[in-house]
């Protein structure tokens, strides 16, 4: 959770959406900005903590000005799968051995098994549920949703209207394999390669409501029919 007490505005920050991008931006533009720890069940599991979470230390503020990113959900799932398997590699997170059960799976794991895994909410990979939620359900009470797809440009805008400082440089922070980044919705892109029928399914089913919300389509009926 990213706060400007003087600015009076709160960021709900989320998974593999440009979250660590969007903190640099704001720090840059508001150099009084600082981190606060939402003390959570949801920090010990690794995941950013639910709405709940921080409308506990929300409702002290002063009514502050929220926001938060979201991204289309078949692209952020992606995201998270890869970086689980990159954080694995460099040794995994604290509590969690990239030697252990949950390395040696995520190592072999392939992605449709792991969004089968986020789907029954098997805990044989016991982080998956923390990682793999509706983004709607972190951020259907904030003010403002900026979208990943349009970051750069939506983020500069809004920092504007803050009154916030003007941003020289726009990182692209925790960046993923470019492979796998800027391309369209089109089955035969490198993006999908990943993805079969069932997880294709799976996804759009766990992500619904986003899918909804967010106004993200989902132009592959015919490759789930």
């Known amino acids: 959770m ?17 979250s660590t991008t969007t903190i640099a931006v704001l720090k840059e533009a ?19 903590p639910d709405y709940e979470a921080y409308k506990k230390i929300i409702d002290k503020l002063n009514n502050p000005f929220t926001f ?4 289309n959900p ?21 509590g969690f051995s990239s030697n252990g059960a ?32 509706p983004q709607w359900k972190l951020l259907q009470h904030v003010n403002k949703v900026i979208k990943f797809e349009a970051l750069e440009k939506d983020l500069k805008k809004l920092i504007k209207e803050l009154g916030g400082q003007t ?6 922070l925790n960046k993923k394999p470019p492979r796998f980044e800027n ?20 996804v759009k089913e766990i992500y619904k409501d986003d899918l909804l919300y967010f106004n993200y389509a989902f132009p592959f009926e015919n490759l789930i029919s």
């Open 2 to 18: 990213i706060y400007n007490e003087e600015y009076n505005w709160v960021y709900f920050r989320n998974w593999k959406v440009g």
């Open 30 to 48: 508001f150099p009084n900005t600082k981190e606060i720890n939402v003390i959570g069940k949801q920090l010990k599991t690794r995941a950013h």
């Open 68 to 71: 938060g990113t979201v991204r």
């Open 74 to 94: 078949f692209f952020q799932v992606q995201s998270i799968y890869y970086y689980a398997k990159r954080v694995c590699e460099q040794g995994g997170w604290a």
């Open 102 to 133: 949950e390395g040696a799976l995520l190592a072999t794991i392939t992605f449709p098994e792991f969004i089968d895994a986020c789907y029954t909410k098997h805990r044989t990979i016991g982080f998956v549920k923390d990682f793999i939620e």
């Open 167 to 172: 941003v020289k440089t726009f990182p692209h």
């Open 183 to 202: 391309v369209n919705f089109k089955p035969k892109n490198p993006i999908w390669v990943d993805y079969d029928k069932k997880s294709l399914q799976q």
